[in-house]
């Protein structure tokens, strides 16, 4: 279950939003009505060029952004952080806007949930650390990667590309 803090962080962030997906928002409406199941986040790590995106290898899932499920009492873009530390060794900012907001099950026997994503740039060469077991690799944006959500690689390439317009107006 979901703590009336985190619920009222997660619709902030629903809203803020830059992509919805599934009709994520509509979803959230409704299940923030009673009990709702553990919230997911994620990070979408790009490069400076915006050119690959960096992946953690899961046994069931396949390449899939750094991520997973939000703590009791922890904040969505909080918990995206921790998931990107324990999975990469990273520690970076993230970026103020949320990248996406989206609805799914993340294993065959578990209910559909509230996923937020984040993003952040970092350079290339950072190091990362992989926890063991699920390898971290860079995958280029224009080529595609074997996932159980084939639908990221398109969403996280339009993000890159909103980042990319972004960053010229600014």
Do not use: N
């Amino acid at each position: 279950m979901v703590d009336k803090r985190v619920l009222e962080a997660a619709v902030l962030d629903a809203g803020r939003a830059v992509a919805e997906f599934d009709e994520a928002r509509q979803w959230l409406a409704v299940a923030e009505q009673g009990p709702m199941e553990p919230l997911a986040a994620e990070v979408w790590v790009f490069d400076e060029d915006l050119a690959q995106v960096l992946l953690v290898k899961h046994r069931r899932r396949g390449w899939v952004p750094p991520g997973g499920k939000v703590e009791f009492g922890e904040l969505p873009r909080d918990g995206a952080a921790r998931e990107l530390f324990e999975e990469t060794g990273l520690r970076v900012e993230l970026l103020d806007e949320p990248a996406a907001v989206a609805v799914r099950s993340y294993h065959p026997e578990f209910s559909v949930t509230l996923g937020l994503s984040y993003a952040a740039v970092v350079d290339a060469v950072t190091p990362f650390v992989a926890e063991p077991g699920q390898p971290v690799a860079w995958k280029r944006l224009d080529e595609g990667w074997e996932s159980c959500f084939p639908e990221d690689h398109t969403r996280i390439r339009q993000h890159a590309a909103w980042l990319a317009r972004w960053r010229s107006r600014h």
